[in-house]
Each structure stands twice: as structure tokens, then as C-alpha cells.
């Protein structure tokens, strides 16, 4: 692959951040990479793992120069960082994000753009449920989707830019309205984090059976649940506080798809469960089929050593 | 291993039946597999896998002269099955389960179970998403916990005997009261499942996000889900209709936790979202530690071919 950008600049150093550090390594995408972030400890962690050309304790240090920005924080910072970096950045340069809000992001980062810096917000649908700058790898992005959402205004040369060079890290790329995009992220991944977390306070808070049970026994099922539970609070909290309209509109469906499943069990109405639980089937089938899902039974986690 | 017992019957020879052959074969446990299945086409499949030493059209017919009967069919099967075999109990046989519920089974099972025969219920926390003949595996149990709940009048020479077979399997055995069982069960298992049901249900049925939407973009955690949601539905239906009270409580306190994560959204309380979700980590720290989740990011899914 040939260099895409002389400098890029990370802002923050977290799981994705510092997987676009390995893959923009591997695959040779840039000849500089400025990093940040906010804490010392992540800087000397970032330091020692080799993530960054440079490493600078301040955003505004880090943008200098660089010719694509990616802001790599939770969604609740875009608009400090933005705010801060904003007088720094390069003519011409490519500004963009990785959040997993759309629409809060361009309400929080727009304002602080200045004319020719061209910011096109984007999306990359991939993660783990770890967190920092040891979990990132090369491959995180491979064969996932990113969706970028350009404003009216972004030049589509500069979108031609970015979409290939998310190609470059493996992914695929669509592109999408954000308001579209908060309403689609709402129920393929802020809802589903949501039960999740429920999920598991409801088990840790129960007086009948012990928080001890839930775990020895949790090959049930609920053990699935914990894990995108267990990933970054700070991240999550600022997703839904930041796209609450399209959360309760997906949980309010939730809840009514939930009360007509638990009327079918107080009555005894088997028809209706059968009916309901048989159609789950073909979508995961499609999923698989999709390349976005392991077709291995398990998750394919029986096959790796455990415990 | 040594033979455990002579001829053991197996009754229902899809995803924990075949398993259960596949290990007592490579255990050697027993001396000869009688195989029964409902369907002509699951005998064929099993005879053509080499499942059974015998296959029998009938449960009846299957259970004659077995040591050790293992019922493996869907909990709201077990009444009738119990009621064909009954007669045709060897005297001083050991007759098992596998159901997802207990309090149920005994209440269906037990009437038919004829004097001299040792009921012993139990219930192996094992699975995959898959059934049917060809989804085994001897390694199913292995490091997993099976439940057993004797009844007061069993032999506790019986249980140890029922307890040491299990373990031959790979498992590690816990004793437990029936109605506690359901309960841990509830929220472990039954819970999760019907969750996970109805979050995929929920996102099929949106107007303004297309299923091809919710199957592109579903690695943002929506596909977790999918993966219990594809278990086998007349399995599930028989569990939510014969675990109905637990099920029902664990699901209120469901309801109750996520009105209270809804209103924090609602009103913007980010400190409430934080503390909630920062507690999921150590649950599943602890699922790990116990051997009952793979440590690897993404369950390992990662590290597999893909799509």
C-alpha cells in the first residue's frame, strides 16, 4: 500500500486508536503518526507499545501539521477537543471521528471547524469488549463496515479520500445520513449494550440467588451478556446521553415486544413463543452469511483453550 | 475409564443425546447405546453417524433392559415419554433427564416412574445454539456444571453412582433443590434466551431500519444476541411454559431495572449510567476466573475465518 496521508494524528489511544495504529503500520498508510491522550499513565503505556512517531500531551500539539485528524475519544469529549484543536489544524486537512453517535457529534464539532479543514464524520462498526491502548490489533477493522456521514457541504473528493482509507484498513464503506445512521446504531448496537448491561444488574442484585450462582452457572446463556457489558462505561454512558431520541424510541419498542412475550407466558399461549422463536433463526443465518458472524457453534469458543 | 453401566438408553438424540454418546464412547462407559428418536429421519441421521449400538422406533422399546435411561427431549415431551417407558423400567435402573427445568419434570415424570426405579433428576449447563443428530460433541460438558435434584426418597448411593457418570462426562456435579434450580436457572438462562429472542424480534420488525441494515451493521453487538436466539424453539417454548413463575419474577425485576436505566436517560443522568455500567466488568472477571468464558476478545470469534 502507498502512503495516504504524510501525518496523522490520533486523539486518544484507546481500543481504536491504537488499532489504526497497527494497521496504518502494516499497511505503510502514513510516513508520521502524532498521538494523544489525555492521561500520562496512556501516554507512557502508548510510548512503550510504539503507537505514536510522536507523542504530545496536548491535542492542539498533536493536530499540527497532520493532514488527517482522528478524534478517537468518547463522544461526550468531541466538542472540548474540537474546541481546543480547532485553531491548529492544517488547511486542507481531513478532520474525522470515530464515534458511534452521529447527529451530538456534528452539533458538538461543526462549530469549532475552521473553513478549509474538511470534517467528515465516520463510524467504523468494530470493536472488543476491552478497552486501552493494549487491546487495539491490525485486524479490527477487517471486513467490518464504517459509515461515514459527510456534511452537505463536505467535498466528495476529500469523502473519496477517507472512504479509501478505511478501505485500506480493511473495511467496507457506506455512506449515510446521521440521522439515519443514530436510528440504525440504535438498534443493532445501543440497545442490544443496553439490555446487556440491565442484564447483568438485574442477576447482581438479586436476593434469592447468589451473585456466586450467576457466575458458575452463567454457560446458560447470561454469560453472552457480559460480554459487551463489560465494555468501556465512560464510552457507553456518552452514547446514550447523546442519542437518547433514537434509544427510547428502540427501547420503547423493546418494552412492548417484551410485555406481549411475557403475556404469552402467564397465559400459556406456546403458539405465540413457538411462532416468535422460530423466526430468530434466519436472521442469524443471515448474519453469518453476511461475513459478520463467526458460523462456528459457540462463538467458535469451545475450540480455545478455557480456564 | 471403566464401564459405568451396562446398556444405557438414550431417549431424544439431538444436540445434548448425541453429545452424550459421543463422550460415553470415547470415555468408554458404557458397554451399549440404545438410541431413540421420534422422527424416522433423526434415526437415520443418528444410525448413519454411528450415535447407537441399537436404534429403536420406539422410547419403550429403547429402554428395555437399560441400566441408566437419559431422557433428552424437550421438557413438555417428558410426561408422555415417561408414561410409554414406564413399564418397561429394568428394576433398579437409574432414570435421568436433561430438562432446563426441574420442578416441572418431577411433577410429569415422576407418577410413571415405577417402584424399584431411581428417578434422579438433573440438568447438564451445557449447550451450543445448535440441534439436531450432527450438532454433538463429547466435549460439551467438559468443564461445564451439571445440576442434579434428587428427590428425598432417592438412594444416595444412586446419586453418587448418576454423580461419578456425569463427572466421566467432564463435568463438575452440584447437588440443589428443585424450586432453587428453576430459579437460578431463570435468571442464567431462561432470561437471557427470551431477551435475546425479543431483542431480535424487535429489530425485525422496525419500519425504518431495513433487516438488511440490522444484518450489515450487527457486529456493533446486535449479533450476540442472534446466537441464543437461534436455539431450538420447541425447546424454548417448553421451558418458558413450565418455568412460568420464576421466569415471570425474573422478569419483572428486569422490567423495573431497565424503567429506571429508561428514565436516566431520559433525564440525562449520566453519574446514574456510569455506576450502572461500571459494574458489569467484575461479573464477568469472575465468569472468566471460574473457567466458564473464554479470556480472548470477542469470544475468540476474531481469530476465526470469517465470511
Known amino acids: 500500500m502507498t502512503v495516504m496521508f504524510e501525518r496523522v494524528a490520533l486523539i486518544g489511544l484507546g481500543l481504536i486508536g491504537s488499532s489504526l495504529s497497527h494497521v496504518m503500520r502494516r499497511e505503510r498508510l502514513t510516513r508520521h503518526i502524532a498521538g494523544h491522550a489525555r492521561s500520562a499513565a496512556t501516554l507512557t503505556q502508548a510510548g512503550a507499545l510504539g503507537l505514536a512517531d510522536s507523542l504530545h500531551s496536548t491535542a492542539a500539539a498533536a493536530v499540527r501539521d497532520a493532514d488527517l485528524v482522528i478524534l478517537c475519544v468518547p463522544v461526550g469529549a468531541l466538542g472540548a477537543v474540537a474546541q481546543e484543536i480547532g485553531p491548529q489544524l492544517k488547511p486542507g486537512a481531513i478532520l474525522t471521528d470515530v464515534g458511534s453517535v452521529k447527529g451530538a457529534v456534528i452539533r458538538d464539532v461543526r462549530p469549532h471547524v475552521p473553513e478549509g479543514v474538511h470534517?467528515?464524520?465516520?463510524?467504523?462498526?468494530?470493536?472488543?469488549?476491552?478497552?486501552g491502548p493494549a487491546s487495539g490489533f491490525a485486524e479490527l477493522f477487517q471486513n467490518r463496515w464504517c459509515i461515514l456521514t459527510p456534511l452537505p457541504d463536505s467535498?466528495?473528493?476529500?469523502?473519496?479520500r477517507l472512504e479509501a482509507f478505511w478501505q485500506a484498513c480493511g473495511?467496507?464503506?457506506?455512506?449515510?445520513?446521521p440521522e439515519?445512521?443514530?436510528?440504525v446504531l440504535a438498534i443493532t448496537s445501543h440497545l442490544p449494550h443496553l439490555i446487556a448491561y440491565n442484564t447483568v444488574a438485574t442477576a447482581a442484585d438479586l436476593e434469592k440467588v447468589t451473585n456466586s450462582e450467576v457466575i458458575k452457572y452463567s454457560a446458560g446463556g447470561f454469560r453472552d451478556f457480559t460480554r459487551i457489558a463489560a465494555s468501556d462505561p465512560v464510552?457507553?454512558?456518552d452514547v446514550f446521553l447523546n442519542n437518547r431520541d433514537a434509544v427510547l424510541e428502540m427501547l420503547g419498542r423493546f418494552s412492548e415486544d417484551l410485555s406481549a412475550l411475557q403475556r404469552a407466558i402467564r397465559w400459556g399461549d406456546g403458539e405465540t413463543l413457538y411462532r416468535l422463536f422460530d423466526r430468530a433463526r434466519s436472521i442469524r443465518k443471515s448474519i453469518i452469511a453476511a461475513g459478520q458472524e463467526t458460523p462456528l457453534p459457540n462463538f467458535g469458543r469451545n475450540q480455545k483453550p478455557e480456564g
Open 119 to 131: 470534517f467528515i464524520p465516520g463510524h467504523p462498526i468494530a470493536g472488543t469488549e476491552q478497552s
Open 155 to 160: 467535498a466528495a473528493a476529500m469523502v473519496k
Open 171 to 177: 473495511s467496507n464503506v457506506e455512506i449515510m445520513e
Open 180 to 183: 439515519h445512521h443514530d436510528l
Open 235 to 237: 464510552m457507553w454512558r
